[in-house]
């Protein structure tokens, strides 16, 4: 089983950056798809954004396209999510997911699809 640990949230202005990461532990980093997903209080927890095993398939939902990207370094056992042109409505907690894949170049865009998942870690956004 793979264990997932986020940083890097913060406290940041509108307009502002923040690079989240999500170091993976106790399996091949490299099995696993993986995503991004944030919930705001009081909501459901949302697909970000998504990243295929290989790397080379990556998809982001449209409220944050141009603005964030994810990424990943299988030399580190870590993936990322970029986030810039912060907005406040991009306040929540963000959560890392991982999914054993079989395709290297499959990802996923729903809760359901993962099985292991981060503690979160906080990002507000002031206006």
């Known amino acids: 089983q793979v264990q997932l640990v986020e940083s890097g949230g913060g406290l940041v202005q509108t307009g502002g950056s923040l690079r989240l990461s999500c170091a993976a532990s106790?399996?091949?980093?490299?099995?696993?798809?993986m995503g991004w997903f944030r919930q705001a209080p009081g909501k459901e927890r949302d697909f970000v954004a998504t990243?295929?095993?290989?790397?080379?398939?990556?998809y982001v939902i449209d409220s944050v396209k141009g603005r964030f990207s994810i990424s990943r370094d299988n030399a580190k056992d870590t993936v990322y999510l970029q986030m810039n042109s912060l907005k406040p409505d991009d306040t929540a907690v963000y959560f890392c997911?991982?999914?054993?894949?079989?395709?290297?170049?499959?990802?996923?865009?729903?809760?359901?699809?993962?099985?292991?998942w981060g503690q979160g870690t906080q990002v507000t956004v002031s206006s």
């Open positions: 997911a991982a999914r054993r894949s079989i395709r290297t170049m499959q990802y996923y865009a729903g809760v359901p699809d993962y099985n292991y």
């Open positions: 106790g399996d091949t980093f490299s099995s696993y798809a």
């Open positions: 990243i295929s095993r290989s790397g080379e398939r990556t």
